[in-house]
C-alpha cells in the first residue's frame, strides 16, 4: 500500500465517526474537574473458588456470532473498527522522536501500547506503517534506534490529540500542541514533554514487520520492542521507595473504541491468591470440583 493510499485510507476511518463533532460535544456535559480518583469494594466481596461470574453479569438469550477477520466484503476498517472498540481501554505511548541529525522532531500518540517485561524493562507499541513508507516516528526510530515514550495524563490530552495531525515530515509537533521539550535526557537525544507526570527513555530493542493480508506482497505494519534505559517521575508523584505513581497524581487518559477516550476515576483492589494458602493446595481443588460436578448433576 503506497503512502498515498494509506493516507486515504486513514482520512476515511476518520471521516466514519462523527461527521459534526462539535455539534455533537456541544450537547454533552462539562468536564468535571472535582472528580477525583476513588476506591471501592469489589462487585462481590464474598466471591469464593467456583463461584463464577458476579452478581453484576446479565444473562442473555442472545448468541455470539463468528466473524471472519478476511470473509468476502469485509475491509481492514471494519477489522479495525472491531478491534479498537473491543481492546479497551488501552493505554497511550506519547513518544517523542528526533532525526539522526536533530533537524526533525516529533511527537505522536500511540494507543496500540503495552509493558511486556521487568528485566529488562520492555515495552511495546505498534505503528501503523511499513518500513518502506515510514511514518515520522518509525523514521526517526529507524535513523536513531531511540525514544522517549511520556505517559499521558488528563491535564494534556488536547494537546496530545493535536499532535495526531497528519502534518508533513519536518513539521514539529511540539508546536503544534504548545507542549514543553525538555532536554535533559541521559541515553537519548529526544525530548521528553515537561507537563507528563511519567517519561521514559528507551531504545530499540527490535522492530518486526507484518505481511499484509488485504493486499498481498506487501507490508502493513511494524512492531516496534523497546528497552527502558532511564525512567522520569515527578517527585509528588512517586513514593519514597521510588517504585509505585499515586494514580490520583498520574489521572491517565486511556483510548477507546471510534474517537473516544476515558479518565480513570473508579478503582478496586484485588490480591492474587494462592494455591496452598487460599484453595488449600490439591485437597482444596478436588473438593472444589466435586462440589461443581454436584451442582451440575442438580
Not at 493510499?5 to 463533532?21: G, I, M, P, Q, T
Not at 531511540?146 to 490529540?161: F, K, P, W, Y
Not at 473504541?257 to 481443588?285: C, H, M, V
Amino acid at each position: 500500500m503506497s503512502a498515498d493510499d494509506r493516507k486515504a485510507l486513514e482520512n476515511k476511518v476518520k471521516r466514519s465517526f462523527h461527521a459534526d463533532f462539535k455539534q455533537v460535544e456541544a450537547s454533552r456535559s462539562d468536564w468535571d474537574s472535582s472528580a477525583s480518583v476513588k476506591y471501592t469494594k469489589t462487585p462481590n466481596p464474598d466471591w469464593k473458588f467456583g463461584d463464577g461470574a458476579n452478581q453484576t453479569h446479565v444473562e442473555t438469550s442472545a448468541k455470539h456470532i463468528a466473524i471472519d477477520p478476511h470473509e468476502p466484503g469485509r475491509s481492514l476498517i471494519d477489522n479495525y473498527k472491531l478491534s479498537i472498540s473491543a481492546v479497551v481501554p488501552r493505554p497511550i505511548a506519547f513518544i517523542s522522536t528526533r532525526s539522526k541529525d536533530g533537524s526533525k522532531e516529533n511527537l505522536a500518540p500511540m494507543s496500540f501500547f503495552q509493558m511486556i517485561n521487568a528485566d529488562p524493562p520492555l515495552f511495546i507499541f505498534a505503528v501503523n506503517s511499513p518500513l518502506a513508507a515510514a511514518k515520522d516516528t518509525l523514521r526517526n526510530l529507524v535513523e536513531t534506534g531511540e525514544c522517549v515514550i511520556n505517559i499521558v495524563s488528563e491535564g494534556i490530552i488536547e494537546a496530545v490529540n493535536a499532535t495526531s495531525i497528519d502534518a508533513p515530515y519536518g513539521i514539529s509537533e511540539w508546536d503544534i500542541s504548545g507542549l514543553t521539550p525538555v532536554y535533559d535526557c541521559q541515553t537519548v537525544s529526544c525530548a521528553r514533554v515537561k507537563e507528563c507526570i511519567v517519561s521514559i527513555e528507551a531504545k530499540i530493542e527490535s522492530i518486526r514487520e507484518f505481511n499484509s493480508r488485504a493486499n498481498p506482497g506487501t507490508k502493513s505494519g511494524t512492531l516496534e520492542v523497546v528497552e527502558a534505559t532511564r525512567f522520569w517521575v515527578r517527585e509528588d508523584a512517586i513514593n519514597e521507595e521510588r517504585n509505585v505513581i499515586d494514580l490520583s497524581i498520574l489521572r491517565p487518559i486511556s483510548r477507546l473504541g471510534d474517537i473516544s477516550y476515558g479518565r480513570t476515576l473508579q478503582a478496586f483492589q484485588l490480591p492474587r491468591p494462592e494455591f496452598e494458602k487460599d484453595l488449600n493446595g490439591i485437597q482444596g481443588f478436588e473438593e472444589l470440583k466435586k462440589r461443581r460436578r454436584a451442582t451440575d448433576i442438580q
